[in-house]
């Protein structure tokens, strides 16, 4: 599957381990245009420490996010077990 094809979910973590996105589609949003919550958080060693702040996106912009993370080295990290967004 090509990353231009992927759904964005789950988290994304900088090369450094310094910063974390998460991606969640908002399971409310109308299914013609499905939007995205995108939540930006501070982290250490890629382990998430502090919210910092969320966006809310169209699909097209959500995959643009994600595909431009991606290029520049973030990785799809899964989370530990048991813990919530």
Same mark, same amino acid.
């Given at each position: /599957? !090509?990353?231009?094809?992927?759904?964005?979910?789950?988290?994304? &973590?900088?090369?450094?381990? !310094?910063? /974390?996105?998460?991606?969640? #589609?908002?399971?409310?949003?109308? =299914?013609? $245009?499905?939007?995205? $919550?995108?939540? #930006?958080?501070?982290?250490?060693?890629?382990? =998430?420490? =502090?919210? #910092?702040?969320?966006?809310?996106?169209? #699909? !097209?912009?959500?995959?643009?996010?994600?595909?431009?993370?991606?290029?520049?080295?973030?990785?799809?990290?899964?989370?530990? &077990?048991?813990?919530?967004?």
């Amino acid at each position: /599957m !090509e990353i231009a094809d992927q759904i964005p979910s789950g988290w994304l &973590v900088d090369p450094t381990g !310094e910063r /974390m996105v998460l991606f969640i #589609k908002d399971p409310m949003s109308e =299914r013609q $245009y499905p939007k995205f $919550y995108i939540d #930006k958080w501070s982290a250490d060693n890629g382990i =998430r420490t =502090r919210f #910092k702040k969320r966006k809310i996106a169209v #699909k !097209e912009e959500a995959v643009r996010i994600w595909i431009s993370l991606i290029e520049n080295g973030w990785n799809k990290v899964e989370p530990l &077990v048991g813990e919530v967004a």
